[in-house]
């Protein structure tokens, strides 16, 4: 097993880039499934899930073609309309699949997702959503099996808004009869991101951005090429640990306005920015202020950088209250930060943390995705040195992050036992 260890000692300096955004090209490569041509990709991050990603459709007899960050999908006959546990265990949005294959092909055997172990993410959104355009679907064997002829408009209400519900029964909506209403529908950038692939695809979608959606179907998508979006993670990640260092960073090739709620708060908590069309510049700051935040769907909070955030609560003068309104159980990370000598005071969906705390280089368990990135920003600034096991997770959403770090100045390697 890989580890990560990390010896605080400064400020970051310089400037790193943002790859492409694995939430907006994992649902990318799933709706290929639905062209009859190649579609072509660039911007792709080279991380875990996105090959996890690749080899489910090369299971099912697609083929996927790599050259650095660019990604093809052939347009080969698809042979299988499963989607094999040992597969999506390892990946929950491998659920990506199910609304293409069935829209494409009629019918679709997807084995219940696994992935980070955050709470529970339940399916039943995107199968009511399905049932509700006249798709078949049973549970047998830990498998989701959904059958239809044809797909039919339907109108559809999210009782919460889910992302990946959102992107799924929008993509399978593009090859129903008929016209899809969803309401209540996830407003991300990657969701719009992924209404301009269909669009390129020959889909007909409206209000992509809005919470109603209005998707026209028709008889066949073709091929296209498409460059992913900026990873607003990955550059929320960076920012969160220049600001932890005092450091003076540049982030480029990111987009500040998918980082609004983010940068608010960070404005805030006293931290100096600047930003261009394509950048954030983050400016050592004089100390930071306590906060309050409560993460919600866009344009809310991201829960996607709150265990980021978390870390840099430790660093403000009093109480910052973190609320986590979307996952129950994404919070596993404040005891490795505590581990560390963050006071941090756990009360349900709720988390005070109470700073400025001088942390502590440890060894820590990385329990989840965010909660890996969690734990390098806070090891940036600890005393002595930190080390960060289980960093698989890390590998799942981010490229190479411990040398982009490294090129910002920190000092920190990659070990394997």
Request: with cysteine.
């Amino acid at each position: 097993m890989a580890k990560i260890v990390i010896t605080g000692n400064g400020p970051l300096k310089g400037q790193l880039t943002v790859h492409g955004a694995k939430n907006a090209a994992l649902p990318h490569l799933a709706a290929s499934i639905l062209a009859q041509e190649p579609v072509q990709f660039s911007n792709m991050p080279r991380v875990a899930d996105i090959e996890t990603m690749c080899t489910l459709l090369e299971a099912m007899g697609l083929g996927c073609e790599r050259s650095g960050s660019a990604i093809e999908v052939l347009a080969k006959p698809i042979t299988s309309h499963v989607a094999p546990y040992e597969l999506v265990k390892m990946m929950r949005a491998s659920i990506l699949v199910l609304g293409p294959l069935l829209a494409r092909l009629g019918k679709a055997q997807v084995a219940l997702p696994g992935g980070c172990a955050i709470g529970a993410r339940p399916v039943d959104l995107h199968l009511k959503g399905l049932e509700a355009m006249g798709a078949e679907i049973s549970l047998e064997h830990g498998y989701i099996d959904a059958r239809c002829s044809r797909l039919q408009g339907a109108d559809i209400y999210f009782e919460k808004v889910s992302v990946t519900g959102t992107e799924n029964l929008m993509m399978a909506a593009t090859l129903a009869e008929g016209t899809t209403h969803l309401r209540n529908a996830a407003r991300e950038p990657e969701v719009v991101d992924l209404a301009e692939l269909l669009t390129k695809m020959g889909a007909k979608i409206e209000g992509a951005g809005s919470d109603h959606i209005l998707i026209h179907g028709v008889s066949g998508l073709s091929g296209c090429a498409h460059e992913v979006i900026p990873d607003r993670i990955e550059a929320g990640t960076y920012i969160c640990a220049a600001a932890m260092t005092r450091g003076h960073l540049r982030v480029q090739r990111c987009r500040p306005d998918h980082l609004e709620a983010f940068l608010d708060t960070l404005n805030r908590m006293g931290v100096p920015f600047e930003t261009g069309a394509d950048w954030v510049e983050v400016l050592p700051h004089q100390g930071l202020k306590a906060v309050d935040v409560q993460t919600h769907p866009h344009p809310g909070f991201p829960t996607d950088i709150q265990a980021q955030l978390m870390a840099l609560a430790t660093q403000a003068e009093g109480r910052s209250f973190i609320t986590e309104n979307i996952f129950e159980n994404r919070f596993m990370h404040a005891v490795e930060l505590q581990r560390m000598g963050a006071k941090i005071k756990l009360e349900g969906k709720h988390a005070i943390v109470s700073g400025p705390t001088q942390l502590s280089g440890a060894e820590v368990r990385a329990t989840d995705l965010r909660a890996s990135a969690c734990l390098l920003v806070a090891a940036l600034c600890a005393e002595g040195q930190t080390i960060i096991e289980d960093i698989h997770h890390l590998d799942r959403g981010y490229e190479a992050i411990d040398q982009q770090l490294k090129q910002a100045g920190a000092i920190i390697e990659r070990q394997v036992d």
